[in-house]
């Protein structure tokens, strides 16, 4: 199975409400990143987050990680209809050493709909 | 403007036809990617490479080929194409690679796909 898995798979909300998409991996990593798609679109960066750091935060994107748990979450505030793409956890898995592999792991996607 | 540029962004093929997608940055990033994406089974890493003349398998490497002879390029070659091999492609380069550094967040940037098919 993939190393980040996303859950859920889909959410639907209102304009206004707050949108919170989780990740979990399962091996070590030097950092964690966030990306958003639209519809078939290029990824586009939103934030990252070293295994060293507990939170992040970049307008009105929060993102956590718990390293002890191996999972990560991303919530948007207030959210928009713009704010509908889907959302992808991508995972810089670390050998032994800590190092990095040089590969960046994306997990299965979070299909963000936000209505008007 | 700084971009990822694939090309084709559209080809239909038949088995067996050689083909070529090409990838080229103009950022003057190291690390460069390749990437199909799936229904179902979101992104796949297919070869990186961290520096000209450098590349290295990622998770499904079967089936193609690639070359970094100069750092702005990374073409994608599928020797053989097979029905399989129907996929939407993306490119993506980094400054210094997912890790990052000192002056680098270690962010990807994406070109805006290939949709390859194959007959």
């Known amino acids: 199975s993939q190393q980040g898995e996303e859950d859920p798979q889909a959410l639907s909300i209102q304009e206004g409400e707050n949108a919170t998409m989780n990740c979990s991996y399962k091996?070590?990593?030097?950092?964690l990143q966030w990306y958003r798609q639209n519809s078939g679109r290029g990824l586009v960066h939103l934030i990252l987050?070293?295994?060293?750091?507990r939170e992040k935060h970049s307008g009105r994107l929060r993102v956590t990680l718990d390293t002890s748990k191996k999972s990560s979450s991303l919530l948007i505030t207030a959210s928009r209809a713009a704010d509908t793409a889907s959302y992808f956890c991508a995972t810089d898995l670390a050998n032994a050493g800590g190092t990095s592999y040089g590969k960046l792991t994306f997990g299965q996607g979070t299909i963000l709909t936000v209505h008007p | 403007e700084a971009q990822v540029t694939q090309n084709p962004r559209y080809l239909i093929t038949v088995t067996g036809k050689k083909l070529t997608v090409t990838c080229s940055q103009n950022m003057n990033h190291e690390y460069m990617s390749w990437y199909r994406q799936d229904p179902g089974l979101g992104l796949r890493q297919i070869y990186y490479?961290?520096?000209?003349?450098?590349?290295d398998k990622g998770d499904v490497p079967e089936g193609y080929k690639v070359s970094r002879k100069e750092k702005r390029n990374f073409p994608l070659i599928l020797e053989s194409p097979s029905p399989n091999q129907t996929s939407l492609y993306f490119c993506?380069?980094?400054?210094?690679?997912?890790?990052?550094?000192?002056?680098?967040?270690?962010?990807?940037?994406f070109g805006e796909g290939s949709r390859l098919t194959v007959l």
């Open positions: 987050i070293r295994s060293n750091e």
């Open positions: 091996t070590s990593i030097n950092n």
């Open positions: 490479s961290m520096n000209v003349e450098v590349t």
């Open positions: 993506a380069s980094s400054l210094w690679g997912p890790s990052g550094g000192a002056s680098s967040t270690g962010e990807l940037f």
